[in-house]
């Protein structure tokens, strides 16, 4: 698994990688309440605006980690947004995209490195 | 900056894992490790343990209650002078614009008027106390006192474990209480719709007060996060958000706390700051006013959202002053002003949400009807 400053953990999986939020993010945001996810299909750049999560502190956006197609989302959170503080890192995983470079992944942190950082 | 001020209860909020936050210059918990949404529910179902300590607590003394009442009329268009020894009443601080200046809690204890101001506030209103008071009229601000509030519909059990008066108090009764050795100045209210009770303790005891009531099973710590939904879900306006120097109490929809001895036609009708204004909205109504808001849709709205009479074009007729998620409606609940036309229960509005306008409608207040004991 790879990680941002943002956040964000990526598993890649075949030529997708699947994107959410990790356990420290999801503590630090506290009981969310709403997601807003983006429409598959679309095409985004590191760094856009992706998705709008709130917790009941307030509003974040996660940007998108790295260049590329969304080819899926995981729509169960809309219905479910408590899901993120339950299962962070597994289940409530917020979609896939396809990357336009791959190579771009070697430049985000590993678990070791995003430990580090949180520290 | 200057240092954060810290209620005699700050090291115990670290002991219990909470998550410090600067608030009104003091540092508070604005959760602890269970979280704002189980916090929230905690008080709904059993008792939750807040710390208010940051607020002000003021006692006022002079040559009898008749002049207490009488001068503190002067400043506040209540009724002080009825309010029987042992009862409490709301009430606020007005301007010579009809604005509201801060809000407040007053009891009479015996001959003193006993009041609780915000801590954003304290300063002021106590400056504001002081230079409209005579030679008589005596303004303490009590600085070594803290205040606990135990709120939800198991206070009163846990603290009849202690003090069996207790359950001999109705909503807004006051009385001095003995809880676990501790003089305790006790008033049935709070900030949460709920019932409970407000605790003004020494300094000193508020350590072991404060952990003599987490000791019960019933009770767990409640931070200033759960605090600001339980209050919104119960109507309830937090100063200088839903009402501010600009806002008058009848464009706030507190018209209720003004009572009829002040207003127009009354006994002591007028002689609080701003009284033309004020008894001007009561008889010509208002442009403006405070309603409850319900998104139908799951996105929050939250403060400064603007809102609107179409799901197109026009201006903005109103603004939310107050919104978030509120666990017990179980979706997203906010409090702002629209004009008075729009302002019937059910009227339809949009609000504007990253730049798309999402449908909500006016809803009465409380979202979560009270719980008090009458």
Redesign the interface.
């Given at each position: 698994m790879k990680f941002t400053e943002e956040h964000e953990w990526l598993r890649q999986e075949g030529d997708e990688v699947v994107v959410g939020i990790t356990i420290h993010a999801a503590e630090q945001l506290?009981?969310v309440?709403?997601i807003?996810l983006p429409e598959e299909g679309t095409v985004v750049s590191k760094d856009d605006e992706v998705v709008?999560i709130?917790s009941?502190?307030?509003?974040s956006d996660i940007l998108a980690p790295l260049d590329g197609e969304i080819t899926e989302v995981n729509s169960v959170l809309?219905d479910n947004?408590s899901l993120v503080n339950e299962d962070p890192q597994g289940e409530a995983w917020f979609f896939k995209m396809k990357l336009s470079d791959s190579s771009q992944l070697d430049e985000l942190m590993d678990e070791a490195a995003y430990q580090t950082f949180i520290a | 900056m200057d240092a954060l001020l810290e209620t005699p209860l700050a090291e115990l909020h670290r002991q219990l894992g909470a998550k410090m936050v600067p608030f009104a210059g003091y540092a508070m918990p604005v959760q602890y490790p269970a979280g704002v949404m189980q916090e929230h529910n905690h008080t709904r179902t059993h008792a939750g343990l807040f710390d208010v300590s940051h607020m002000g607590q003021v006692l006022i003394t002079g040559p009898s209650w008749e002049a207490v009442a009488l001068w503190f009329e002067s400043l506040i268009p209540m009724d002080v002078l009825d309010l029987a020894d042992g009862r409490q009443r709301y009430g606020m601080f007005t301007n010579d614009t009809g604005g509201i200046e801060d809000d407040l809690m007053f009891a009479r204890r015996g001959e003193a008027l006993f009041v609780v101001v915000n801590a954003a506030c304290k300063t002021a209103d106590v400056a504001r106390m002081r230079a409209a008071a005579g030679p008589d009229i005596d303004v303490t601000y009590i600085e070594d006192r803290a205040l606990l509030a135990l709120q939800g519909p198991q206070a009163e059990t846990v603290l009849s474990r202690m003090d069996a008066a207790v359950t001999q108090m109705r909503f807004m009764d006051c009385d001095q209480l003995k809880l676990g050795g501790f003089a305790v100045w006790a008033s049935r209210s709070g900030y949460t719709g709920e019932d409970g009770f407000e605790l003004s303790v020494a300094a000193a005891d508020a350590v072991a007060l404060a952990q003599l009531l987490l000791a019960e099973t019933e009770v767990a710590p409640i931070g200033l996060g759960a605090r600001d939904s339980l209050r919104l879900e119960a109507g309830l306006c937090l100063y200088g958000h839903d009402m501010d120097a600009k806002t008058s109490p009848i464009e706030a929809a507190l018209t209720w706390s003004i009572q009829k001895v002040r207003r127009a036609g009354g006994a002591r009708a007028a002689g609080f700051p701003g009284a033309h204004v004020i008894l001007g909205h009561l008889q010509d109504g208002v442009e403006r006013r405070r309603v409850g808001l319900r998104p139908e849709g799951r996105a929050p709205m939250r403060e400064g959202v603007e809102l609107f009479a179409a799901e197109n074009g026009g201006v903005a007729v109103g603004v939310i002053t107050s919104g978030g998620f509120g666990p017990t409606i179980g979706g997203p609940v906010a409090m702002g002003y629209v004009p008075t036309g729009l302002s019937k229960p059910g009227q339809p509005l949009w609000g504007e949400v990253r730049g798309k306008r999402l449908p909500l409608h006016v809803a009465a207040l409380p979202f979560v009807p009270a719980n008090f004991k009458r």
């Open positions: 506290g009981d309440v709403f807003e709008v709130e009941v502190k307030a509003a809309v947004p | -």
